[in-house]
């Protein structure tokens, strides 16, 4: 058995380190709650712009609301080893902490390498939709709600649509009108009159630039919380090292 003075000192120590994981697991918590903000936010506003570049409706929202659910369970848990002060639980946490580092950084690496790509993808997408367009399937109404939430029309301007099928029978799409204009059918089929009810601003530099530039937002976003789970993986093994020293200590 060690001397108690050198008992006592270990204590603060420990106490000390609690109390930092503890916060530390409040803030990691606090960071799952966002994930899952975020997704649910990129399901509702972000789902015409990722249905432009798939065939199909993205997973990317649900991963990214799961993955906050995972975090908030185990920022939980993380609370709850460091107040048990089990060795065995404060190692599992460090674990998972390692594993959300490592995912973090990879999708931090690949949404910066690949943003230039993706935007090229996104953009020749747009343009296929548009060419195609005939408001009954996923990407014509994803161009709809691109048009009416971005105020523009066509890929670089109102006219594109004139090549299109679609306008041969119904002109521009209503989709395109300003907001309290008066968009008859004969006016839209009428590019000349059409230039005063419709957008005239093309949509395709304002998506890829709306596009990359979230994308690097989110590998910002990504490189920072994946370094901020190095602390807790230090607290996490600190705290299980002194724990354990002290409990050997005792013996």
């Not at 065939?55 to 993380?78: D, H, M, Q, R």
């Not at 690949?110 to 060419?131: C, M, N, P, Q, W």
């Not at 490189?223 to 093994?237: K, M, N, P, Y």
Request: net charge positive; charged share 15%.
């Amino acid at each position: 058995m060690s001397p108690p003075s050198r008992r006592l000192q270990t204590k603060p120590v420990i106490t000390c380190l609690k109390t930092f994981l503890i916060s530390y697991s409040l803030i990691f918590w606090f960071t799952g709650v966002i994930l899952l903000a975020v997704g649910v936010w990129g399901k509702v506003s972000l789902e015409a712009y990722f249905q432009l570049a798939s065939e199909k409706s993205t997973n990317a929202p649900y991963v990214l609301i799961g993955t906050g659910a995972i975090i908030v369970i185990f920022g939980l848990f993380g609370c709850f080893a460091t107040c048990r002060g089990s060795p065995w639980m404060l190692k599992l946490y460090a674990m998972f902490l390692i594993l959300v580092f490592l995912a973090e950084f990879v999708a931090g690496i690949s949404g910066f390498l690949f943003r230039h790509e993706i935007k090229a993808v996104l953009g020749d997408a747009y343009k296929d939709a548009v060419t195609n367009y005939n408001t009954t399937d996923p990407k014509s109404s994803a161009v709809d709600t691109i048009q009416r939430t971005l105020y523009c029309c066509g890929v670089n301007s109102y006219k594109d649509w004139n090549t299109t099928k679609y306008f041969k029978d119904n002109g521009v799409p209503v989709s395109c009108c300003k907001a309290n204009a008066v968009c008859s059918v004969e006016k839209l089929k009428d590019l000349d009159q059409a230039r005063d009810v419709v957008y005239d601003t093309g949509c395709f530099s304002l998506v890829t630039t709306l596009m990359e530039s979230n994308l690097g937002i989110i590998a910002g976003i990504s490189f920072g919380i994946a370094f901020f789970q190095l602390i807790g993986v230090f607290l996490s093994c600190c705290l299980s090292r002194y724990i354990t020293n002290n409990q050997y200590e005792m013996v």
